[in-house]
């Protein structure tokens, strides 16, 4: 205080009770509307992937309770038990964006166990190269089930690209090029439940414009990109067809004489003569003859096979397989086989032997109709 006035600074602080000026409330980025949206698309994308994990390593895969909060990188990795196995994939249709599943080492030592016809206990925490591969096969099945899942929901079509995995060693490994360390993303963390072997969590990662992407296209606020403005043109409609050309482009100023427009009166063009469409008549199928030119391609070589039956097995049961091991067909005894040419269907006949070499006599010809479905399968 001089001169018993009080400064512009003294006044400030009596008006802010004796301190600084607090700073305004930051803007939330995500609502508690849209982490429930979130939680609950990524519920239901994530259940669909626990039925395809489930599938694969034939145990009951249970992944429940999403919970989605805000974070970085960087304080994930803080955070975060190491060592984990991170899948990245990006979404090229439906959504834009990147997309990470991350899972933890010790959990992905098990899946891999399984699949490859194991118990599920392990002692090395440490993956092979043919463990990892395997893994991430999983997760990649995991990603793609949910994405159809998601294109269910949001009626779109959703495709991804060709998953990239690594392995996050320690908290000084970079995670990812494509998320910068200090940019705020969206996790979401599920409890994954693998009969009673595993009992972890495993997580996905968003970046913020990928998951405002989701919860815009549930919400039904997608914003279309803005089409670009098209030039007015104004329509002449005389009497009679009429041409015109500006002789001298119009500049922009702040005042300018209109362009002249010279006008060139055309006749009417004569109506055009429309003709009733012929075609040759179509020929009975009996009496149909063979073309001319089928000389030409009589010598082409077709490859002929034939299918005695077909069978499903597990990564375990293949692995099981050795000399003198049985594999059952899913086509009985007495029934025909099919013959193929160049992998398509073109008649059933039976297996017989023809000096000490197998043949097959043909008992039937896939009539046109069939002919036609099985192309289309």
Known sequence: MSNGFLSQEEIDSLLNGGGLSPEPPQEEILSDIEKDLLGEIGNISMGSASTALSQIINQQVNITTPVVSVTTLKKLKDSFQVPNIALEVKYISGISGENLLVMKITDAAIIANLMMGGDGKVDSHELSEIEESAVSEAMNQMIGSAATSMATMFAREVNISPPNSKIWSDSTTQLTDKIDENEDIIQVSFRLNIGDLVDSTIMQILPVITAKKIVSIMMGTETQQAEQPRPIEQKVEPQTRQSYEVSEPVQSQTYSEPAQTRY??????????????????????????????????????????????????????????????????????????????????????????????????????VSSAERVKSLSK
């Open 264 to 365: 060139t009166e055309q006749p009417e063009q004569p109506p055009v003569e429309v003709h009733k469409a012929s075609f040759q008549p179509l020929r009975e199928s009996g009496s149909a003859s063979m073309p001319r030119n089928i000389d030409l391609i009589l010598d082409v070589p077709l490859e002929v096979s034939v299918v005695l039956g077909r069978t499903k097995k597990s990564i375990k049961d293949i692995l099981n397989l050795g000399t003198g091991s049985l594999i059952e067909l899913d086509k009985l005894a007495e029934e025909p086989v099919e013959i193929l040419v160049n992998g398509k269907i073109v008649a059933y006949g039976e297996v017989i032997v023809v000096d000490e070499n197998f043949g097959v006599r043909l008992t039937s010809i």
